[in-house]
Structures are given as structure tokens and as C-alpha cells.
């Protein structure tokens, strides 16, 4: 999984339009996003500007833990 950030916002949204279906990604709250090697080639193929940050570490990569204090399903 690869850590990139996109230029502007234009650029963000048609990304996220163009990988949802396509590649499971993970969008962050200050603006990067996770996404798999393969998807790099589909977003330069369709002229999608973004600046890659390098590998994602695991902890970007794993899905948050649920509190264990949930309150449980009846």
C-alpha cells in the first residue's frame, strides 16, 4: 500500500470516483490516501495529479480497532 496525497481538491474527488469499485483504498482525514501500487497506474492513465509519499507504514494500513467498551448487541 503506497501513501499519496493529491494536489487539489478537484483532483481528490475524481480519484475517489474513479477507485471506488475498482481498488480498496483508505481516504484520511488530513487529506492522504492509501491506496495499492496498482492503482497509482490507473490514476496517472487517467491524468490525475498526486504526489506519492512512499510505502504506508502499518499502522496507516491495518483498520481501526473497536473499542472493546461497544456496547453489546441485542
Known sequence: MILIRFNDSDAERKALGG???????????????????????????????????????????IPAIRDSLAPAVQ
Open 19 to 61: 477507485l471506488a469499485g475498482r481498488y480498496s483504498f483508505k481516504s484520511q482525514d488530513n487529506g492522504d490516501m492509501i491506496v495499492p501500487e496498482a492503482a497509482l497506474l490507473f490514476l496517472a492513465q487517467e491524468g490525475i495529479c498526486f504526489t506519492v509519499h512512499g510505502p504506508a507504514s502499518y499502522e496507516q494500513s
